[in-house]
Nanobody, 122 residues
Framework: QVQFVESGGGLVQPGGSLRLSCASS????????MGWFRQAPGDERDFVAT????????YYAEAVKGRFAISRDNAKNTVYLQMNDLKREDTAIYYC???????????????WGQGTQVTVSS
């Protein structure tokens, strides 16, 4: 069973930045396309960003384009989400997930982390 562990969440003021990390102990990490999703209270789980195995393909949700950047380091079995110019509406639990082909569809992801809370508030 592949496991992912997110970290880096917290409380930040509007306009601030955070970098989320998602680490795996699985040696097959480089075989997975990785995605970030988020879920606010009462809302569905929404796509944020995805990256292919070799980082050659990246997709972003319109709401985060130009502010968020996804990257990965296969040598460290880790995927990152750099979040800049954070807004109150970015407040959510952020999840990383693994799949075979980079996609925006949550239902296509097989393995999920437990999530990390991001709160944007003054």
């Amino acid at each position: 069973q592949v496991q992912f562990v997110e970290s880096g969440g917290g409380l930040v003021q509007p306009g601030g930045s955070l970098r989320l990390s998602c680490a795996s102990s699985d040696r097959t990490f480089s075989h997975y396309a990785m995605g970030w999703f988020r879920q606010a209270p009462g809302d569905e789980r929404d796509f944020v960003a995805t990256i292919s195995q070799d980082a050659g393909i990246k997709y972003y949700a319109e709401a985060v384009k130009g502010r968020f950047a996804i990257s990965r380091d296969n040598a460290k079995n880790t995927v990152y989400l750099q979040m800049n110019d954070l807004k109150r509406e970015d407040t959510a639990i952020y999840y990383c997930a693994g799949t075979t082909v980079a996609t925006t569809r949550a239902s296509s992801y097989n393995y999920w982390g437990q999530g990390t809370q991001v709160t944007v508030s003054s």
